[in-house]
């Protein structure tokens, strides 16, 4: 790698996509899915309570200019309980976890969760990395979403990911052309199968939403988009990419990540999910 990504700023930029990308929303979809966030300084916290799923109730944005201190901490679980969430997750890098997390963790009743892989490079070294749109599968081609595509593309990425709900479709609809995002797809004839966005934050850009529906895998859609993002990055003057997807455990194989390996990623470090949940109620200061 040729330059290393600041853990700070990659933290930072990763939390913002997910904050954009649902408070960015309009207000009847904001109200129907009773989204809500947080600033804590550079530091970012996101509720969605009527997302079963509780993968928006999230944290983030962790950093030398915002550590996650106990007072911090604290502010952020108030924030999930006042939300009405069941569930939420502080992200947090561990080269930033304060000398003292293990006893807020254990104050604030903050339990382990699943592991992500957080990733990195700058564009240059992307740029060099293997074609993805070259070696494209027959039949299909990549290029960028407009807007008269949006509710196809959101539905493509939110039913991949198991968000089933209309108005969860109406939120990521709802991006397509906001100012900082590119959303890129893979078409069949007139069909959407893959999508993929990219989220400018500054020099850093972050790869988000990375899906395909089943009958489209194994044809090179995700390493085509990543190849067009990379460019879109280096259009819009980024100097960094980052990426996060799930760390690979004993005996298992994350697709997602080999795709990143392969397209000039590095990995920059394992990050645990540090998980609240509101049936423990509200901790002893």
């Given at each position: 790698?040729?330059?290393?990504v600041?853990?700070?700023?990659?933290?930072?930029?990763?939390?913002?996509?997910?904050t954009d990308?649902?408070?960015?929303?309009?207000?009847?979809?904001?109200?129907?899915?009773?989204?809500?966030?947080?600033?804590?300084?550079p530091?970012?916290?996101?509720?969605?309570?009527?997302?079963?799923?509780?993968?928006?109730?999230?944290a983030?944005g962790?950093?030398?200019d915002?550590?996650?201190?106990?007072?911090?901490s604290?502010?952020?679980?108030?924030?999930f309980?006042?939300q009405?969430?069941?569930?939420?997750?502080?992200?947090?890098?561990?080269?930033?976890?304060?000398?003292?997390?293990?006893?807020?963790?254990?104050?604030?009743?903050?339990?382990?969760?699943?592991?992500?892989?957080?990733?990195?490079?700058?564009?240059?070294?992307?740029?060099s990395?293997?074609?993805?749109v070259?070696?494209?599968?027959?039949?299909?081609?990549?290029?960028?979403?407009?807007?008269?595509?949006?509710?196809?593309?959101?539905?493509?990425?939110m039913?991949?990911?198991?968000?089933?709900?209309?108005?969860?479709?109406?939120?990521?609809?709802?991006c397509?052309?906001?100012p900082?995002?590119?959303?890129?797809?893979?078409?069949?004839?007139?069909?959407?199968?893959?999508?993929?966005?990219?989220?400018?934050?500054g020099?850093?850009?972050?790869m988000?939403?990375?899906?395909?529906?089943?009958?489209?895998?194994?044809?090179?859609?995700q390493?085509?988009?990543?190849?067009?993002?990379?460019r879109?990055?280096?259009?819009?003057?980024?100097?960094?990419?980052?990426?996060?997807t799930?760390?690979?455990?004993?005996?298992?194989?994350?697709?997602?990540?080999?795709?990143?390996?392969?397209?000039?990623f590095?990995?920059?470090?394992?990050?645990?999910?540090?998980?609240?949940?509101?049936q423990?109620?509200?901790?002893?200061?």
């Amino acid at each position: 790698m040729k330059t290393t990504v600041p853990v700070g700023l990659a933290e930072q930029t990763e939390m913002a996509a997910y904050t954009d990308f649902a408070t960015g929303a309009p207000a009847p979809v904001r109200e129907e899915l009773g989204i809500g966030s947080l600033h804590v300084g550079p530091a970012l916290a996101l509720a969605i309570r009527e997302d079963p799923s509780r993968f928006f109730n999230r944290a983030g944005g962790f950093g030398p200019d915002q550590p996650a201190t106990a007072d911090v901490s604290t502010r952020v679980c108030d924030f999930f309980r006042e939300q009405g969430v069941p569930q939420g997750s502080l992200m947090i890098a561990p080269p930033l976890l304060p000398s003292d997390w293990p006893s807020t963790a254990a104050r604030l009743r903050l339990t382990e969760g699943s592991r992500f892989a957080k990733l990195g490079c700058d564009v240059e070294t992307a740029l060099s990395a293997t074609d993805g749109v070259a070696a494209l599968g027959p039949g299909l081609r990549v290029g960028m979403v407009e807007p008269h595509q949006a509710r196809e593309w959101a539905t493509v990425m939110m039913t991949t990911f198991g968000f089933t709900a209309p108005a969860m479709a109406d939120m990521a609809a709802a991006c397509v052309g906001r100012p900082n995002w590119r959303q890129y797809a893979a078409w069949e004839g007139e069909r959407i199968i893959a999508v993929g966005s990219l989220f400018v934050n500054g020099e850093c850009a972050d790869m988000f939403g990375g899906a395909t529906l089943p009958e489209g895998r194994g044809r090179g859609a995700q390493s085509a988009l990543l190849t067009a993002r990379v460019r879109a990055a280096r259009a819009a003057g980024c100097r960094w990419l980052v990426a996060e997807t799930g760390a690979e455990g004993p005996g298992e194989h994350n697709t997602s990540l080999h795709n990143m390996l392969r397209a000039g990623f590095e990995p920059l470090y394992e990050r645990v999910t540090w998980l609240w949940r509101a049936q423990q109620g509200r901790s002893n200061a």
